[in-house]
């Protein structure tokens, strides 16, 4: 897993993020907007953090070889970018990229998509292992997680629960047990890869049976914001995510980025023109509980 970081000149947060992008994205979805203007990474420095981000295993800068994920998935195409990011729901008015086929906004998006690995379980423990191997050297520290990365969140979370101090899950991908396509499939719940439960599950299928009978351990007492965007669609569905939490035993929110200010956002906040003010709520979260 590749990774860099960056600090200011005087450390002033008691713990570092580490940044975790989506699904076809890398770490430059961190780094920058499509408008030319700095990235939350820059936006999270600035506040006095230290900052790692990662290429997630098969993305980016991290290699993505056949016999360990699978042969390439499709590529991460300009309808699908359309349908996640640019959605024609009414409201959503921050997208940097409404011009369609074609827009500089959207062009400036789709180079920095790769393809999305076919084994979605793999892809995931991959996430985990590595994630993991990073908080060993870091430390305690905040996940800040987006999309098809969220998983990896609640699966480091799993791994490292005493070095995890806080999860925010920017629109994690959800809902809990869906499937995206034959065997791609959230069959623990949070994650296509194998979370540790109690009392033991010999089988996945059994979380579905009789979700109330299981906890995570890991997530007990572990501070969890999920964001939404105000016009995403994934405000559908991310009530889902904290409700399944916190049945678990953990302690989540959901945090609707129009409820605190800043309005119009879709799927990838990060990116839109209203970034720098969708970024405040996430900031004041993290300094309130860590």
Do not use: C
């Not at 005087?10 to 770490?27: A, D, F, N």
């Not at 979605?120 to 985990?128: H, I, K, M, P, T």
């Not at 623990?188 to 299928?205: D, K």
């Not at 939404?228 to 994934?234: D, M, N």
């Amino acid at each position: 897993m590749f990774v860099e970081w960056e600090a200011p000149e005087e450390i002033t947060r008691p713990y570092p993020l580490i940044l975790v992008h989506g699904g076809g994205g890398q770490l430059t979805d961190w780094r920058g907007t499509p408008d030319g203007r700095p990235g939350w990474a820059d936006l999270f420095v600035d506040a006095g953090y230290l900052v790692y981000l990662v290429d997630r295993p098969a993305h980016g800068r991290s290699w993505a070889h056949p016999d360990v994920v699978g042969a390439p998935g499709d590529q991460f195409s300009y309808e699908m970018a359309i349908g996640l990011f640019d959605t024609p729901i009414p409201g959503h008015d921050q997208s940097a990229w409404g011009g369609g086929i074609g827009d500089p906004g959207l062009d400036q998006l789709i180079a920095g998509m790769g393809f999305l690995p076919q084994d979605l379980a793999e892809s995931q423990r991959l996430d985990q292992d590595r994630i993991a191997r990073l908080l060993d050297r870091t430390g305690p520290a905040v996940l800040v997680t987006h999309s098809a990365g969220g998983p990896a969140g609640w699966l480091a979370a799993d791994a490292r629960p005493d070095l995890v101090k806080a999860h925010v899950a920017i629109e994690p991908m959800g809902p809990p047990f869906f499937e995206f396509g034959p065997g791609v499939r959230l069959d623990w719940g949070l994650a296509a890869a194998p979370l540790q439960y109690s009392p033991t599950v010999e089988h996945p299928s059994a979380l579905e049976e009789d979700p109330s009978a299981y906890s995570l351990p890991s997530l007990q007492g572990l501070p969890v914001v999920v964001v939404v965007g105000e016009t995403s669609p994934f405000t559908e569905w991310e009530e889902q995510v904290v409700n399944y939490v916190n049945a678990a035993g953990g302690s989540a929110e959901l945090l609707n980025l129009g409820d605190e200010g800043p309005r119009g956002n879709g799927h990838a906040m990060m990116l839109e023109r209203n970034s720098d003010e969708a970024i405040v709520p996430i900031l004041d979260w993290i300094a309130r509980v860590s």
